[in-house]
């Protein structure tokens, strides 16, 4: 049985980052199996925020992961995500870990992977899922042409992605840092 369906999209803008993910998953590419799952949490003392894409079970284990580095590293969002992202690569029973991480805190944004990526994005802007590429286009556009805040553009993106991707819905959970 394999489930798939989420979006997940990040927006920093003047001082603020936004977190949002929507709450499909899907089953055999069929069937919707929950239409509000929470994808995206707040972590280390509510200074972090996490979405994830893909496995739920792995990307639990992979925040759980990332949550210790966070100790271990004193909150710094880059030598825990390093750290995190080498011992996904290296780690023989880690690397079949099936997710993807956007993580955001005050000043980073952060996309990591299991193949060892940890990727800062050039304009402030990331997006992971199978609906991350509408949501993203969708995002660089409203932060392009519109006023509008990270977390407005942020749910704007996911509600756009989410009438184009079947894998998207609009239940739409939003958390800044």
């Known amino acids: 049985m394999e489930l798939k369906g989420t979006t997940i999209i990040a927006v920093k803008k003047d001082g603020r ?7 499909q998953v899907t089953m055999n590419e069929s069937s919707i199996m929950k239409a509000n799952a929470k994808k995206v949490r707040r972590i280390y003392h509510d200074q972090i925020v996490t979405g994830f894409a893909g496995t739920v079970s ?3 284990s992979l925040c759980e992961r990332f949550e210790q ?9 880059i030598k825990a995500a390093v750290s995190l992202a080498q011992d996904w690569r290296n780690d023989k029973i880690m690397r079949k870990l099936e997710a993807l991480l956007i993580i955001a805190g005050k000043d980073e944004l952060l ?4 193949t060892g990526d940890v990727i800062d994005p050039d304009d402030g802007i990331a997006a992971i899922g199978s609906g991350g590429m509408y949501a993203l286009a969708a995002a660089k556009a409203l932060k392009a042409n519109t006023d509008l805040s990270a977390p407005e553009i942020a749910r704007k993106s996911l509600e756009i992605a989410s009438q184009i991707c079947i894998y998207t819905n609009d239940h739409i959970i939003v958390e800044e840092v």
């Open 58 to 60: 792995d990307a639990f």
């Open 69 to 77: 580095k966070l100790e271990q590293y004193n909150g710094s969002i």
């Open 17 to 23: 980052c936004a977190v949002a993910g929507d709450g």
């Open 111 to 114: 996309i990591v992977s299991g």
